[in-house]
């Protein structure tokens, strides 16, 4: 798993919707969707900043780390 993206979380929390933070953080619809779905690869500090302070949180309120194997585990 590795690093998630909580983005969709902190947008729901601050009522943001995708295209109103798009064009407060300055960054493309497509570019903030693929980071929203977890499908960036990287995230630029800039961008990391922006987001923040549009947002008003902290980098951990939108990056969150889950060690491998974590919640795959079979209860029985």
């Known amino acids: 798993m590795g690093i998630i993206v909580n983005l969709d979380v902190m947008m729901a929390k601050r009522k943001k919707s995708l295209t109103e933070l ?5 960054i493309t619809l497509a570019n903030l969707s693929i980071l929203k779905n977890n499908k960036a690869k990287a995230v630029r500090f800039s961008t990391l ?5 549009v947002l008003n949180c902290q980098p ?7 060690p491998e194997g974590a919640g795959t585990e079979i209860v029985e």
């Open 60 to 66: 951990g309120d939108i990056l969150e780390y889950v």
């Open 22 to 26: 798009a064009g407060e953080v300055d």
């Open 49 to 53: 900043e922006a987001i923040c302070r």
